[in-house]
Every structure is written in structure tokens, then in C-alpha cells.
């Protein structure tokens, strides 16, 4: 659905894509602080429609404390193999010109889908743009829960309930 | 706060409808509720007031174009962002169960008050960007707010969620957001009205617009009313819906609305007031779907453009128009003054008639005023100027009749085409009649010249002869008979309210007197009624109220909550209340709990001086009084406790501090001055609250206040109650009491466990001090029986036979080599004995002495053994001056001879020297293999007269080469 998605906003003029990204979670729980990043998130919105979308393959991300708990990580949490994309797609909730120079927030409204569970949040997102580069920062949080993400209780204190998610983007205009 | 789209031509058809319409309305404008304008602060007077909000603890929240404010009554308190130079722009205001208040703003920020100031909401997904509008919670708990322009969120405490027109909703652009009695969500919309919820997680969204019916897509205003929602519109007024069905009632008026925009909406006992831009409240009567009233200008205030509207939770309607605050009784009171009524003001006389109509006399001669139609109508009854009607009374049949002050009875047909005067000619010997009662065929009068019975035996405008008048005078009503009132109660008895002779009960065929033998204070009699649960209320004039229940008579005074025992009237409505009317207003008792509420000033109701007995009631409900000043119609309550003032004790300060100390009971000794804040929350006229305060364990009796503060200072320890209660007409042995229990400590040197240690510690410490005593003197008795047992040892030992033996025999072979030397033998032997015997005696010798002593018993032994025994001796000066007890060097070097061989092949050296610490006596070890038996001196006893002594302890140690002993210097005597 999200590839539709992109697909269809490709299609239009007045896009932006995704340059570098970067994407860090972490999940600081009292026993284990897991973390680890991903430059592999990719997207593209469509000023004129406010819309976007974003997709990161689950198995990207790097950097864990071990090669255990990378494993652990992409087998029995994130299931990198069932559900091999994270996506976000929708619409931003306000008007921003993105033609213009300066520093902005904005709320993006959409569908995060991750585990193969989609659900309704809205992220809000700090802008700057310089010379139609757009540079994107958000931070947010993700409960495990809401994505059908079970824990073993055994390693229940070693991943917290909710997972903070950082997410840096650099955008240029699709020429 | 208004965000209108109305463009040019709409505004300008509205115009040209109002102008016809507004005819209409002005000819059924009789009536105004009353508006008490509210003193705001001048900071609020330079902006507009945007919203209104009562707290779950009765404070009136304002949300203004500047800032926040909480209202008590009396007091504004300004609140403003801590993070801000700027005033707020509050725009929505709302309380949580959970007592969190949220203040939605223009900008699209909230916040929540923390402290005195509001602190912003900062949830992970920001705050909107479009102005809250309106906050409203669901069955879940979801804290749901509407935008203008972002459509409307909810928050689940954890994340917030947004729903707009890509979910569904009817418009962006979202007025207001109100939670029906199912917890669904009603939003008015620029483009109708979306009625949200979520089922499973998931957004359900209904849409009410024109193609549903909606008569007008922009709504602005909705107001719950059970099954009921009203929508304000934008153009076309106001529509009803039902909440089960969603569906639409239609629009509920007649004809096309001409008052503009339907701002906002409250709702009432049947009567809604619909606020308008330009054109005022407009009031409406649901039941009957007529605009009944439209109240742009009152005496004291213009309030044609209002933008905003908010019903309290004690009965109060707060209206809002520019800076202005009014605060009204909406429906529930509206008074008719003589403009509105087109007569003359002081009202003589009332009747409300079967078809509702309300009769009423004046000066200027008897009216009709049409409940329908709202116009007045003058009856003419004769030509005198001077017939004035002082009682009203319609028989089963329809006749109004109307007794007069001196011109006799009238008669009025119910098509008020006929009147006929009955007169002294027809039997009616007084024509003063004060007051008439009825019952089928049977009427009564009451009138200067005692009672009248009328018979009412045909259509009483046939002819004379069918009403016949018997007098009731002078026989039943001796010496003054002038009579009051007249009342017949459910039971047929006929009761007679008399001028000086108390209230008289005439009851087949018997008449029966209760005056002052019957215990009543007052012997004239103005009011007789009867509850509905068949006992009899009547009011004299100037010793309160009495209830009689067949049996007793009750009395109530000002002590039991009456605010005036002046009383001019009485009803009794059908649901146990009673109106009791009196010069400053009117006062309603629950007849169930005997509770009172009062109304006068703050709604325009003082210094009403009405005539006696001149009210009525037009349903089981609804009274009308008549007043110097006109009419007033009363909406009775149905629940009296909350419109009551509300005292509440919600602040505890100590040393006037910042800090909310309720909840806490104790206090330390030194917090012992404490305030408590109060509040009798009583929005209708607060300046008539009074407080009586006491501080039971402090204070003697009650302290009258008008302050709702109360501080004690420099309170002494101690436990104490605070009670606070208050009243509004001074009479407070009814009113409920706030009590708040606390305890100052003592100071810890004043408290019982600290006494208690103290005395337990005096007493170990005496104790202590006999107990060491006592083992002081066991020790010294320890070290006697030690020092006698040594030395009756040491005498044994050296008077023992070995040594003597020993000794003899050394000087046995001295004697023949050399005589000199043996004479010095047994000198030294000799001396020897003496210092024995002179040292038993002491506990402690100088070292040098001790020295000495070895010295001498060196050279007996040296005598035996020649070389074999070696005493080297390294004692330093200092050292020598040290104490010792007696003869343990003695002992020690004795031992080692004793126990070790001396041999020429195995030479015995004995040490001794000194260093800071210890006298070390030091031999080398070779046992003999027959040993000498130990007189069981020695070590044991060095050591117990060190311990006991208290000189520290002796160490020994001993290994296959050597034996030694350390002796602890002993520098001083104890």
C-alpha cells in the first residue's frame, strides 16, 4: 500500500525526497539499554498535497550492544523477516511553505506501521529549510504494545514498554 | 471568542427579516429576567471575556483576551503562562475528574494551572496550531478538544490523536465539542455537525448536515437537554435533534429566524436562552415552540451582542457580552414592571384562572394579563375611581370573582362580558373584602366585619336571589372581627386568619379557637395554607411561621433559616415546597428537611413590600407574587440544597505561606500559625454571606466574620478543631458546619517520651554510679584477699624447706672456705626475709627497690650455682622510679630457677630490662624433667593483681628456646 502511495505521489511535481537519513531508537530499560540506528529510512512528501510517506527496511538498523541482542532483536521483537518495512504515511496537519527559507514544526498526521501493525499517530517534526534543503528532525515514542510486540517476561526488564525513536532527515527538492 | 464566515449578504438579509419580525416580538416583551451586573477587575474591562468554567469546587473560572481568572463571589484571581511575557488569550476552558483544569488558548496552545500560574501542556505531539474551541471527556476517560481549523483531538493520557475532514469530519472549522449522555461527541462544524466516538480503537463518525435536514450546515453552539441537543446555527436559529436517533426535530420556531447567529445556548426548566450577536438573548419556549422573550436592555446593562452563555451547577445563568459578567436567574424569575404591563405598579391583588391567565388589581383598576398573547387586559368593573379590588377568587364554573376595599363583590363571567356587583342589599353587611375562599357551591369571605358563607345556587349573573350571604360575626369572632383570610383545606375545614384573635378552624358546624392559650407568640393572623401533605401553614405577622400538623403547632423563626418574620404570604406547591413571601423577597423552605433558600437582593427581589396575601401559583410549580413594583413570575426548585451557599474550607496557609497544608492534621510545635481560607460559595448576591468561625480548644464561642479568613496565631501545642459556617441573613443555627481537626505538637523537650527518656537516663546513671561503686569496693576486696594470699604465698615459698635447705647447705660450704663471706651470706639472707616481710604490706614498690630486692636473692642463689645462673639486668634510669608490685621480678627469676635447669653444660640467663611499655623478664627454656611442684603462685597471680589493679595485662610468651614475661610499666599509682 505504502509503495502505491509513493508511487502516486511520485507521479506529481513538487516533491521533496529524502537525501541522508538517519534513524535511532532506544529502548532504556532498567536492566539493558538497547539502541541502535538506521540510515536506510526513505521518503518522499508532496508539498503541494501535504502528503508524505517513509519506509525503512527493519533490518537495517546497526550499532546493537551485542550480536545477541541484534539477533534477538530482528527475530523475536521486530521480526525483520515477516514484516520487513516500517512505514509512516499521511498528511501534515499544517500549512508550511516549503519554498521558504526559515525554521518551522509541524505535525505530521499519518499511519505508522510497524510489526505489521498500523496505527494512527501524529509525529511532530522540527523544519528548517535553507536553499530548498529541507532539514527534518523528530523525536517520538513507540509502545510496544500498540504493535503487537510481545516480550518474553523474562526480558521484560530488559526492554522498556516504550521505545524512543529519533529521526533525522535531510530533504532536496526532486529536480 | 467568535469566528464568524458570514459574509456581506447575509448579513444583510438578516437585517431586513429582523425588521419584521422584531414587531412581533416587541408586543410579547412583557417580561425581563433580572441582570446583576458583576464587578470585573479593570484589566478585564480592557479586553472582551472569552469563556466560562465552574470547577468542581464552585469556582468560576474566566477565560478572558487576557488571561485567566478564578472567581469566588468576591474575588478575581489573575492566572497567566510562567513562560510567557504575554497574556494568554484563553479560549476553552474545562475540568477533568481528576480536578486538572485545561485552558485552551487562541493560539492553539494549553495549559494547566500549576501553582499561580499555568504551565503549558506539552504532550510528545505538540499542541495544536488552531484555537481550542471547546474541551469535552468521554465514557473512556479521552480528553477530547475541538479546533478551528485542525478538526478536533482526542488525548488518551499517553499520546494525542486527531481526526479531521480526511477522517470524516463534517469541517475543519470546529466551534464546539460536547459530550452527549451516551459519551459520544457532538461537534459543531462550518459544514454541520460530526457526532464522533470510537468503537474498538476505531473513529466513528457521523455527519448531520443539510442533506440530513440540517437546516443550516454552520453551527455554532450546541447545548444537552437529556435526549435532547440544540444546535445553534449561523442563519437559521436553532434546531432540535434526537440524541438516539441523530435525527432532526426540524427547526422549532415559526418562520424565518431573523436574530442572526445563535452564538450559544442554555437551557432551562422548558425555556431555552439563545445568545445572539446583535440582537440579545432571545428566550424560548420548547413545549410550545414560541420565542416568548428577547432581552437586549435591561435597566442596568445593554447586552444586545452576547458572547457567551454558561449555566452554573447552583442554578445560575452567567451571561456574557464584551467585558461585561451578568449574572441572571435565566426564566426561573422574571418580574413584570408596570411599563411591561401597561398598568399602574403596586399590585393589590392575584389569580392565576384556569386557562393560566393571570389576574391582578392595581391602583388603576383590575387587569388580565394573556399568558399567550402576553398583552394586558383592563376589566372595568364600575365608574368610581375609587373601587379598588384588594382579593380575587374563580368558582368551579369560570367566575372571576373580586372582592373590593368598601364597594362590595364583583362577579365576572368567564367570557368577562357580564359583571355584577353583589352589595349590602344582597346580605353582604361588609363591603370589605380581604380575602375569598371557595369550594363547589360553597364560597367564604373574609372581610371587616367578621366572615361570610356564600351559596352559590345557580349562575350567580341570573339574578340576585341565587347567592345568598350568612354572616359569621360577632358571635363567632368576639370583640374584633376583623378577618384576614379565609382558607379551606383538602379536609373541608373552613380556617379563619383573625386580627388579634389567633386562627380559627370551623370544622362541621364547630367552631375552634387556637391563640395564645394554644401557645402561639402572635395573635394576628395574615396567611393560612396547606402542604401537600395535608397540614396547615399560616403566618402572623410578626412571630414567624407556623405549621400545625393536627396535633402541635410548630414554629418557625429567623433561627430556623426564615430570613423575615414579617410575613406577607404563603403557598404551598405540590412538591412539599413552600413559598413564603415576606417585604425583602421571598423565602423557600423544603418542608422535608427544613431547608431554606432565600431570595432577595441578588435578584432584584428586596424591598418588594408586597400587599398581604397577594400571590399565586400557576402550576404545581411556578409562583407569581405581586410586588409595590409589579409582577414577578418564580420558577420553584425542585433541589434547594445546592442552590444554597456552598461552604467549603479549601486552603490552609501556615505563616500566610504559598503551601496548601490541607490534608494535614499535624502540625509542629513550631507552625503554630495557621490560616484557613473559606469560601460559602453563593454567586447571587456573595456580599451577603456571613461566617461564624471557632477554633474549639482555643476559641470560647463563635466569632462573626466577614472575612473568609481566619488566623490563629502563636497557638500553644494542643488538638483543636476549626469550624467555620456561614449564613446569609445572620441566622446560623441551621447551617451546616465545615470542621477541620489538626494537633500542634510539643516542642520534643516538652513531649512524654522525651520526659520519659530523660528520667529512664537519670535513672541508668545513678544506677551506673552504684554499680561501679559497688565493683569498685568488690575489686578492692578482690585485691585484699589477692595481696593476703600472695604474701602468705610468698612467705610459704621462701620459708619453704627446699629453700631453706638449700640456702643452709650453700652456707654450709661457705662457712669453711671463707667465714667473712658466709657472715655476709646470712646477712643478705636476712635482709632478705626483712624486705619480705616489709613489702607484703604495700601494692606497689619502686623498681629500683624491686631491684634491689632481686639483687639480694641473686646473690643467695649465685652462691649455689656460680656461673650456671646468669642475671643480666638492663634498666634504664628513668624506669627505675616506676612502681611495681612487690617481689614479681622476685617470683619471676624464683620460677625460672625453679622450673629450668641450671647446669654447668646448661647455664640458665635470666634478662631483665626495660623499654617505655614493659618490664621483660627473660630466661631460656630448658624444663626439668622432674619438676619441682608448683606452689600455685607464680603467673596466675602476677596477672589477676595486674587486672585488678588495673594496670592492663601481663604477656607471656613462651617458645622452645625462651620464656618471657612483660610486665606493663606502671608509671603512677591509680
Given amino acids: 500500500m505504502l509503495f502505491v502511495a509513493i508511487a502516486e505521489i511520485t507521479a506529481q511535481q513538487n516533491l521533496y525526497r529524502t537525501r541522508n537519513s538517519k534513524v535511532d531508537f532506544v529502548s532504556d530499560a532498567p536492566l539493558e539499554l538497547i539502541k541502535a540506528s538506521s540510515v536506510k529510512l526513505q521518503g518522499v512528501i508532496d508539498a503541494e498535497k501535504r502528503t508524505f510517506a517513509f519506509s525503512i ?11 545477541l541482542q541484534q539477533e534477538h532483536f530482528y527475530e523475536n521483537y521486530i521480526e525483520a523477516k515477516d514484516f520487513p518495512t516500517s512505514n509512516f504515511a499521511g498528511k501534515i496537519i499544517e500549512q508550511v511553505d516549503f519554498s521558504l527559507d526559515g525554521t518551522y514544526t509541524m505535525r505530521a498526521k499519518g499511519k505508522l506501521n510497524i510489526h505489521g501493525v498500523e496505527q494512527e499517530r501524529i509525529i511532530k517534526v522540527n523544519l528548517r529549510i535553507v536553499k530548498g534543503v529541507i532539514y527534518a528532525d523528530a523525536t517520538f515514542t513507540v509502545l510496544l504494545q500498540d504493535h503487537n510486540i510481545t516480550i518474553p517476561k523474562i526480558v521484560f526488564q530488559k526492554i522498556a514498554e516504550e521505545v524512543k525513536v529519533k529521526v533525522t532527515i535531510e530533504f532536496e527538492k526532486k529536480k | 471568542m467568535k469566528y464568524i464566515k458570514a459574509g456581506n449578504l447575509k448579513t444583510t438579509r438578516s437585517v431586513l427579516v429582523l425588521f419584521v419580525l422584531q414587531l412581533l416580538v416587541t408586543g410579547i416583551s412583557g417580561q425581563k429576567p433580572y441582570f446583576r451586573s458583576i464587578d470585573v477587575p479593570d484589566e478585564i474591562q480592557q479586553t472582551s471575556i472569552t469563556c466560562l468554567f465552574q470547577d468542581n469546587n464552585n469556582y468560576l473560572w474566566v477565560g478572558t483576551g487576557k488571561g485567566l481568572y478564578q472567581f469566588d463571589g468576591n474575588n478575581f484571581t489573575y492566572y497567566t503562562g510562567n513562560d510567557s511575557q504575554a497574556a494568554l488569550q484563553v479560549s476553552a476552558l474545562y475540568m477533568t475528574t481528576d480536578q486538572i483544569l485545561w485552558v485552551g488558548t487562541r493560539k492553539g496552545d494549553i495549559y494547566n494551572p500549576k501553582g499561580d500560574s499555568l504551565q503549558l501542556f506539552d504532550p510528545e505531539e505538540g499542541n495544536p496550531k488552531a484555537a481550542v474551541t471547546g474541551f469535552a471527556t468521554d465514557k473512556m476517560g479521552n480528553l477530547w478538544f475541538s479546533t478551528y481549523g485542525e478538526g478536533i483531538y482526542y488525548y488518551n493520557g499517553k499520546h494525542i490523536y486527531n481526526i479531521n475532514t480526511d477522517d470524516g469530519l463534517t469541517d475543519n472549522y470546529c466551534y464546539t465539542i460536547t459530550a452527549d449522555l451516551q459519551g459520544r461527541m457532538w461537534i459543531a462544524t462550518d459544514g454541520g455537525i460530526s457526532v464522533c466516538s470510537l468503537e474498538n480503537g476505531k473513529k466513528i463518525i457521523r455527519k448531520i448536515t443539510t442533506t440530513e435536514g440540517l437546516p443550516d450546515n454552520i453551527v455554532l453552539s450546541l447545548s444537552v437537554d437529556g435526549d435532547v441537543m440544540w444546535a445553534g446555527m449561523q442563519d437559521a436559529g436553532i434546531c432540535k435533534l434526537d440524541i438516539n436517533t ?29 445568545s445572539t450577536e446583535r440582537n440579545g438573548i432571545i428566550s424560548f419556549e420548547p413545549s410550545t415552540g414560541t420565542i416568548n422573550g428577547k432581552y437586549s436592555n435591561s435597566e442596568n446593562v445593554n447586552i444586545s451582542r452576547i458572547n457567551r452563555m454558561y449555566a452554573d451547577k447552583q442554578g445560575n445563568y452567567w451571561i456574557v457580552s464584551g467585558s461585561q459578567l451578568l449574572l441572571s436567574s435565566g426564566n426561573d424569575l422574571i418580574h413584570y414592571n408596570e411599563t411591561d404591563l401597561a398598568s399602574g405598579k403596586n399590585i393589590h391583588s392575584l389569580l ?15 387587569f388580565v394579563l394573556n399568558r399567550n398573547s402576553g398583552k394586558t387586559e383592563r376589566i372595568t368593573l364600575s365608574k368610581k375611581a375609587t373601587t379598588h379590588v384588594i382579593s380575587l377568587y ?24 357580564r359583571i355584577k356587583l353583589f352589595s349590602e342589599a344582597d346580605g353582604l353587611t361588609n363591603g370589605n373584602i380581604l380575602s375569598i375562599a371557595g369550594k363547589g357551591k360553597e364560597m367564604w369571605l373574609a372581610t371587616l366585619g367578621g366572615a361570610f358563607k356564600c351559596i352559590l345556587s345557580g349562575d350567580p349573573h341570573a339574578g340576585n336571589s341565587q347567592v345568598s350571604f350568612i354572616n359569621y360575626g360577632d358571635q363567632y369572632f368576639p370583640g374584633n372581627n376583623y378577618i384576614y383570610s379565609v382558607f379551606i383545606d383538602s379536609r373541608n375545614r373552613v380556617w379563619f386568619g383573625t386580627d388579634g384573635k389567633g386562627i380559627s378552624m370551623l370544622h362541621n358546624g364547630r367552631f375552634t379557637n387556637f391563640d395564645k392559650a394554644q401557645g402561639l407568640k402572635n395573635n394576628i393572623i395574615y396567611s393560612i395554607t396547606e402542604d401537600s401533605g395535608g397540614d396547615i401553614w399560616f403566618s402572623t405577622s410578626n412571630a414567624g411561621l407556623y405549621r400545625y400538623n393536627g ?39 423544603d418542608i422535608r428537611n427544613n431547608t431554606f433558600i432565600y431570595y432577595g437582593a441578588g435578584v432584584g427581589m428586596s424591598g418588594i413590600n408586597p400587599d398581604l396575601n397577594v400571590c399565586t401559583l400557576e402550576n404545581s ?14 420558577q420553584i426548585p425542585e433541589d434547594l440544597s445546592k442552590r444554597q451557599p456552598q461552604l467549603q474550607l479549601d486552603l490552609i496557609s501556615v505563616f500566610l505561606g504559598k503551601e496548601n497544608f490541607i490534608g494535614k492534621h499535624v502540625f509542629k510545635y513550631n507552625q503554630n500559625h495557621i490560616s484557613f481560607h473559606f469560601n460559602a460559595f453563593w454567586y447571587i448576591a456573595p456580599d451577603m454571606v456571613k461566617y461564624q468561625i471557632r477554633l474549639k480548644g482555643y476559641d470560647l464561642g463563635w466569632i462573626d466574620t466577614r472575612n473568609n479568613l481566619g488566623t490563629y496565631s502563636n497557638l500553644p501545642p494542643g488538638e483543636y478543631t476549626f469550624e467555620v459556617r456561614s449564613s446569609i441573613k445572620g441566622n446560623f443555627s441551621r447551617s451546616g458546619i465545615k ?35 559497688e565493683k569498685a569496693l568488690k575489686q578492692r576486696d578482690a585485691i585484699a584477699r589477692e595481696k593476703i594470699m600472695f604474701q602468705f604465698q610468698t612467705l610459704r615459698s621462701q620459708v619453704n624447706p627446699h629453700f631453706l635447705f638449700n640456702s643452709f647447705s650453700t652456707l654450709i660450704s661457705i662457712i669453711d672456705e671463707d667465714k667473712n663471706v658466709a657472715i655476709e651470706y646470712v646477712e643478705k639472707l636476712s635482709q632478705f626475709f626483712r624486705d619480705l616481710l616489709e613489702y607484703r604490706e604495700k601494692d606497689l614498690i619502686p623498681l629500683s627497690e624491686e631491684i634491689k630486692l632481686i639483687d639480694t636473692y641473686y646473690y643467695l642463689q649465685k652462691k649455689r650455682y656460680n656461673q650456671n645462673l646468669q642475671l643480666l639486668k638492663d634498666v634504664n634510669e628513668k624506669e627505675l622510679t616506676s612502681l611495681i608490685p612487690p617481689m614479681v621480678l622476685q617470683m619471676l627469676v624464683e620460677n625460672a630457677i625453679k622450673h629450668n635447669i641450671v647446669s654447668a653444660e646448661r647455664p640458665l640467663t635470666v634478662r631483665i630490662f626495660t623499654d617505655e611499655k614493659y618490664i621483660t623478664v627473660i630466661n631460656n627454656f630448658q624444663r626439668k624433667k622432674d619438676k619441682e611442684p608448683s606452689t600455685g603462685i607464680g603467673i596466675t597471680n602476677i596477672r ?17 628456646e625462651s620464656f618471657i614475661v612483660k610486665l606493663p610499666i606502671i608509671y603512677s599509682a591509680k
Avoid at chain 2, 248 to 272: E, Q, R, Y
Fill in chain 2, 246 to 274: 441523530l435525527s432532526i426535530s426540524g427547526p422549532t420556531h415559526p418562520g424565518k429566524w431573523a436574530f442572526g447567529p445563535v452564538n450559544d445556548i442554555v437551557t432551562g426548566k422548558n425555556w431555552l436562552w439563545l
Fill in chain 2, 621 to 634: 410549580d411556578v409562583a407569581w407574587l405581586g410586588t409595590q413594583n409589579g409582577l414577578i413570575r418564580l
Fill in chain 2, 739 to 773: 470542621s477541620y481537626t489538626f494537633k500542634i505538637e510539643k516542642p520534643f523537650w516538652k513531649t512524654n517520651w522525651f520526659i520519659v527518656l530523660s528520667v529512664l537516663s537519670l535513672a541508668m546513671a545513678i544506677y551506673l554510679i552504684i554499680f561501679l561503686r
Fill in chain 1, 57 to 67: 527496511p527493519t533490518d537495517s538498523f546497526k550499532g546493537f550492544n551485542s550480536p
Fill in chain 2, 551 to 589: 396535633k402541635t403547632f410548630r414554629n418557625y423563626s429567623t433561627a430556623d433559616g426564615l430570613s423575615d418574620i414579617h410575613i406577607t404570604g404563603l403557598l404551598a406547591d405540590k412538591n412539599n415546597h413552600l413559598l413564603i413571601v415576606h417585604n425583602n423577597g421571598a423565602d423557600i423552605l
Fill in chain 2, 944 to 960: 589477676n593483681r595486674y587486672a585488678l589493679l588495673g594496670f592492663g595485662e601481663i604477656i607471656i610468651e613462651s617458645s622452645d
Fill in chain 2, 352 to 366: 392565576t384562572d384556569v386557562s393560566g391567565n393571570i389576574w391582578f388589581s392595581t391602583d388603576k383598576g383590575l
Fill in chain 2, 394 to 417: 374563580e368558582d368551579d364554573k369560570g367566575n372571576i370573582w373580586a372582592g373590593t376595599f368598601g364597594s362590595g363583590l364583583f362577579c365576572i363571567n368567564s367570557d368577562r362580558q
